[in-house]
């Protein structure tokens, strides 16, 4: 079991799409149970014992020696972006169930279970949840969720009933800590630096802060011909200026990153005033108060322009995740596993976020990244060279083989 299979695989993913041609995986669609049923039949191949949990998560157990042991989590998610990537998710959990795959090959196992884990929501598309599917192992999926409702209407709740899930059971997929080791993610780096150094690997020291949230402006709506200028309230208007205020609070302040992913505007009349514009905000930095401190400054341009413009401006906060370092001692792991493949250690900050950030409440928690072509992620374009995901097949197998058995704090 090698990296070519890991990529073959990656590969036979891509059929699993709400939107053909496109790889777009959702969280319980009936494109994520396609690759959830086809990940799990591998994984059953490789001789693993699989379940779900309760939010339709898919765990592949290889078993260890020790009785009792608590397990090392590893794999990554299965849902992507709209019209996203092939190894952004993926990567991690073929990769791990390459590296079991190995041991089984040799007729071996290690002191403790491997728990291959295939999350089934990280992205967060549809419901805005962060990391749902590996909230739910932590402990921290929060019940209001399952009022929240996607873009056509349909709440959490109901969407997890037709997948299959069970809503009311998600706190029972809480794990004890006490039953877990570590957790030990390989994924994508989604930025240039490793590309730039011409390096296969690098080692995460941590995962940056980050809040989402979604803004509704509300004006008036009326006739694009007759009413005055100087009389309207338009929301789209408006919107715009907090748009170019949350890309400023970006530009103003280092490290800094902010976004708006999304906006809508209604009624949606080529010759309407619009009446309501709805939009999302994304801002990260690896520093908590950074951060704080760039939402303050948009929050004082929110209260500027609602004056101003003589609009209402209303803010939902819909994830508000703080920084989260990678563990020391499985950094040092992780790093010995680069240094006996004779290759340098390079420290990477995550910009994007991951399970890890929602895990860390559990268990140490530890990545990997995988260089891509220039750095391009969220994207159909997203490429990886094989020859890369054999090194990290090698690392992370000599990672788990060394991990201490007291990974876990
Ligand atoms: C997930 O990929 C994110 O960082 O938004
Ligand atoms: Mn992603
Ligand atoms: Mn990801």
């Known amino acids: 079991m090698n990296a070519a299979t890991v990529m073959a695989r990656c590969a036979a993913l891509d059929v699993h799409t709400e939107v053909p041609g496109t790889i777009t995986r959702r969280y319980a669609t009936p494109a994520l149970a396609g690759a959830l049923r086809e ?6 191949e490789a001789g693993l014992e699989t379940r779900r949990d309760a939010v339709g998560n898919l765990v592949g157990r290889y078993a260890g020696t020790v009785a009792g042991a608590p397990a090392l989590l590893t794999g990554s998610h299965l849902d992507s972006v709209p019209d996203g ?3 952004d998710g993926p990567l991690g959990v073929l990769s791990a169930l390459s590296v079991v795959e190995r041991l089984a090959a ?34 921290r999926f929060d019940a209001e969720w399952l009022e929240r409702r996607d873009q ?28 877990v080791l570590a957790w030990i993610e390989l994924h994508i780096e989604q930025g240039p630096r490793l590309e730039r150094a011409d390096v296969p690997l690098g080692v995460v020291t941590g995962i940056q802060a980050q809040e989402r949230r979604r803004i509704i402006v509300t004006g008036t709506a009326g006739h694009a011909g007759t009413t005055p200028m100087d009389g309207r309230r338009d ?12 890309e400023r609070a970006g530009r103003d302040t280092n490290g800094i990153v902010a976004t708006v992913g999304t906006l809508s505007v209604e009624p949606g009349g080529i010759n309407v005033i619009p009446g309501r514009a709805t939009f999302t905000i994304d801002v990260r930095h690896p520093d908590d108060d950074t951060l704080a401190a760039a939402l ?6 929110v209260t500027r322009v609602a004056g101003e413009r003589r609009v209402e401006v209303l803010q939902t906060v819909l994830s508000a995740d703080r920084a989260v370092p990678c563990d020391e001692g499985l950094r040092a792991v992780l790093a010995a596993a680069v240094r006996a493949r004779s290759l340098p250690v390079i420290d990477l900050a995550s910009g994007a976020g991951h399970d890890a950030a929602a895990l860390h409440r559990l268990c140490p928690v530890a990545m990997l990244f995988l260089r891509c072509a220039g750095g391009v992620s969220h994207n159909p374009a997203e490429s990886i060279e094989e020859c890369d995901v054999a090194v990290a097949l090698d690392v992370l197998e000599h990672a788990f083989r060394n991990l201490p058995p007291g990974a876990r704090r």
């Open 85 to 87: 990537g092939r190894y």
């Open 39 to 44: 990940v799990e039949g591998w994984m059953r």
């Open 296 to 301: 303050t400054e948009f929050d004082a341009a």
């Open 235 to 246: 929301a789209l208007a408006a919107a715009a200026e907090l748009v170019l205020a949350v």
């Open 106 to 139: 040799r007729g071996e196992r290690l002191a403790f279970p491997i728990d291959v884990c295939a999350f089934a929501d990280e992205e967060s598309v549809r419901y805005g949840t962060t990391y749902l599917g590996s909230s739910a192992l932590a402990g």
């Open 152 to 179: 056509d209407g349909v709440a959490l709740r109901d969407a997890m009933t037709a997948f299959g899930a069970d809503a009311d059971g998600v706190a029972e997929a809480a794990l004890a800590p006490r039953s």
